[in-house]
């Protein structure tokens, strides 16, 4: 009997959702078979058998939320062995109101009984302590989860612990933490409301980082925003001319392609925006990567293209489709979603005419696309019609400054109204 | 109890042992006639001859690999290196031979050998002899590697040294040759038998709020920080190393189990330095006694710099490690002014 637990997929992964169980209670398993898929904060990857054997219990529901290293499931060389229940530390949220069982606790093995209180996990980060801190917390029977620290980035120190242990603020660790504490989804009742007859929609895992990420952008990124709208008859010619060319191939490059090449084009002529502003320091990139933005059913992702000034305009155009695609089936790597320096966002295909995109940290800037359409303006002292596209640029002033960003813009509006100059 | 120099404690305990013991010679650059370029080897050659007081050519590989045969044959001899610098010339001598006879040959003969050596900054000597490269001995199975810091350690170590029948380096240091501190009254007795365990560290003051771990000189430089702190009430407990192999892990681990916080001041680099094993032991042996990370205050990772005001900048100083100290603390939550 082997119990299995949610592994770590990403490095910024803190807890997974049991997006699909492949094998069902009772399936035999081979060593390698896709026993589960897992979503993560950045993807839905496919989780393997490490050995044979036969599933013989899924501790957890399918859409299901729980912290690395919880059992998910057991694997038994029998399809009849039962797990015993003293072996899964923590119940999941339904079961979280259970008695706790008293022989249990006797039975659990010391390094179990080490382990921080799993309610602690699954309410939020485990707490920053010093060891000793931990270690005289469970000498004084203190819950450490319930003190507040004073060292740096809120560590809690000895000094705290005694404190709590004076003024006995900190309730005792009853040890049975499932119990005391509320389970997440009792937590998410303020969510019901009957004056306006709301309910809480369970959201995925992306929807929780696009929430976290663009909530952390624009409260710490200070945005400016420069406009500027392009000719797009050449921009037109061109496209045309190239798929012409390549009709042969089956590749088409769209609009976006092409503005997505220029904005690489741009930024080898404009370093200065490929760059990023982390923890006080200017860092320079010297790889161009451009992310696009992609709206899927779970959300907004961002695939990455790598070294984008390097690749040709068809490799760019497949690459996207094939990384879209991707994005839809949930099936991104985390390394496609990452690495990035510079992002697009276009929005044209909805008629949009123009909009204010939120940067994607850690990049400097991000381009937003509206749709093209004919307009009339002057040409050479005539009015005439013309198609043109609404650019705006989101920049990250402590990167960049306005003048910075205003040539980028300039030198990007001007690529591709002589489009011969993407590829050039 | 009588008050000497380190220097004057080397000297007269070499001599005793040279008395006990017609087996003892020493070798080396200018320890003769000169009477050695520190003085440790005053009056010798006057008193043994030029048999057991050995002149000897720039020569270190030669010359350590003599010493290396002749404490092979059943000499004890005692070697000078004007400084541990210069040791990297005689390093296949003291790694590849003094260190791997014994256990390469079966036991047939042990290597009774001590290469005493001053290391240490801060006289302005420039980059290639202002080097702490104790760290390559310490790292040896096979040899000892002692570090007195006071003159009756050094005293007691030299005699435990020169007695013990494997290669010791024997480090002494520029900065403390005219340090003064008490020593027994019969420590320059042939006879006396004050010899100090090998492989001891020692608490050397007691404290309660942090431990404060350093060898050689830094060891004294601890002291000092330690004092300075007490007029601000910071209670600071210092651990001397004294040997650096073998080390002794459990005095300082059990201090730090008493204070919960440690700082280490070294004279060499931070980088793969001699603190890096002791915060790595310290982490093995009392973890969950600690209550701040463990901090090492080092030289700067430069060649040392010949100009004074760099040099002094480039070395740990009691204001730099007093700094360290206070931010521990603070961290932790205690007072400090």
Not at chain 1, 217 to 229: A, D, G
Not at chain 2, 49 to 57: A, E, F, L, M, Q
Not at chain 2, 237 to 243: G, H, I, K
Request: aromatic share 4%; net charge negative; charged share 25%.
């Amino acid at each position: 009997m082997s119990e299995i637990h949610m592994p770590r997929l990403s490095d910024t992964m803190e807890e997974g959702v049991i997006s699909t169980w492949v094998k069902k209670v009772g399936d035999k398993v081979a060593s390698g078979d896709v026993l589960v898929e897992i979503e993560t904060d950045k993807a839905v990857m496919e989780f393997e058998a490490y050995e044979d054997g036969f599933l013989v219990k899924q501790n957890v529901s399918e859409g299901d939320t729980v912290p690395i290293g919880e059992v998910i499931g057991f694997i038994a060389d029998s399809p009849d062995a039962v797990p015993e229940e003293t072996a899964a530390p923590a119940a999941p949220a339904s079961e979280a109101a259970e008695e706790p069982k008293e022989e249990a606790k006797e039975e659990a093995k010391p390094e179990q009984a080490a382990e921080p209180a799993p309610a602690a996990e699954s309410t939020g980060e485990r707490p920053r302590t010093s060891p000793l801190a931990r270690r005289l917390a469970k000498e004084y029977g203190l819950d450490i989860t319930k003190i507040q620290g004073s060292g740096p980035k809120g560590r809690i120190v000895r000094a705290d612990i005694e404190a709590a242990a004076k003024d006995g603020s900190a309730a005792q660790d009853s040890q049975a933490p499932a119990a005391s504490t509320p389970a997440p989804a009792a937590q998410a009742a303020p969510a019901q409301d009957d004056v306006r007859g709301s309910e809480e929609v369970k959201t995925s895992n992306v929807r929780k980082v696009i929430a976290r990420r663009l909530t952390e952008s624009k409260q710490t990124v200070p945005h400016f925003y420069l406009r500027r709208t392009i000719d797009a008859e050449a921009l037109k010619a061109f496209r045309g001319q190239i798929n012409q060319q390549l009709s042969s191939t089956g590749v088409k490059v769209s609009f976006n392609d092409l503005i997505v090449k220029a904005c690489a084009t741009a930024l080898k002529l404009h370093p200065e925006v490929n760059t990023s502003w982390i923890n006080d320091t200017l860092v320079q990139h010297h790889r161009v990567n451009v992310g696009v933005a992609v709206a899927v059913d779970a959300g907004l992702v961002v695939p990455v293209l790598h070294d984008t000034d390097k690749a040709t305009l068809s490799e760019i155009s497949t690459r996207t489709r094939e990384l879209a695609g991707k994005a839809r089936d949930n099936k991104l790597k985390p390394q496609e979603m990452s690495g990035g320096t510079f992002s697009v966002s276009n929005l044209g295909m909805f008629g949009i005419d123009s909009f204010s995109a939120v940067i994607n940290p850690p990049e400097a800037a991000i381009l937003a696309v509206g749709a093209m359409r004919p307009e009339a303006v002057v040409v050479d002292g005539e009015v005439a019609v013309r198609n043109r596209i609404a650019l705006e640029l989101s920049v990250d002033h402590r990167a960049v400054d306005g003048a910075v960003g205003a040539a980028y813009l300039k030198e990007l509006a001007e690529i591709l109204e002589e489009p011969m100059r993407i590829i050039l | 109890m009588s008050v000497i120099t380190y220097r004057q404690a080397l000297r007269d305990t070499l001599r005793a042992e040279m008395v006990r013991d017609e087996n003892v010679l020493v070798i080396g650059e200018e320890i003769g006639v000169f009477e050695g370029s520190y003085k440790i080897t005053e009056g010798l050659l006057k008193e043994f001859g030029p048999r057991r007081v050995k002149d000897t050519p720039i020569a270190e590989e030669g010359f350590v690999g003599a010493a290396v045969g002749a404490a092979m044959l059943g000499l004890r001899p005692v070697v000078e290196l004007m400084t541990i610098n210069f040791s990297l010339i005689a390093i296949d001598q003291i790694i590849n031979h003094a260190a791997k006879i014994y256990g390469m040959f079966g036991g047939q003969t042990s290597v009774p050998l001590v290469i005493r050596t001053p290391g240490g900054g801060g006289q302005q000597l420039g980059a290639t002899h202002s080097q702490n490269i104790e760290l390559f001995y310490s790292f040896i199975p096979g040899l000892k590697v002692m570090a007195p810091s006071t003159p009756a350690e050094a005293s007691s170590m030299l005699r435990a040294a020169i007695r013990d029948d494997d290669p010791v380096l024997f480090l002494e240091n520029l900065g403390l040759y005219n340090s003064k501190g008490e020593v027994p009254e019969d420590y320059a007795e042939p006879k006396n038998d004050n010899i100090a365990t090998i492989g001891r560290a020692a608490v050397t003051r007691e404290g309660s709020d942090i431990t404060l771990i350093g060898y050689s000189r830094m060891a004294t430089v601890a002291t000092q920080v330690a004092e300075k702190l007490a007029e601000e009430d910071i209670s600071v407990e210092v651990v001397d190393l004294r040997s650096l192999r073998p080390l002794d892990r459990q005095t300082f681990v059990d201090s730090v189990k008493k204070t919960g916080a440690a700082v280490i001041c070294e004279d060499d680099w931070l980088t793969y330095g001699i603190g890096a094993e002791i915060a790595a032991s310290i982490q093995e042996g009392a973890f969950d006694y600690l209550d701040a990370p463990v901090r090492r205050v080092a030289m700067a990772e430069v060649p040392m710099p010949y100009a004074k005001p760099l040099e002094t900048a480039a070395l740990p100083s009691v204001e730099s490690i007093s700094t360290a100290i206070k931010e521990t603390l603070s961290a932790v939550g205690k007072r400090v002014g």
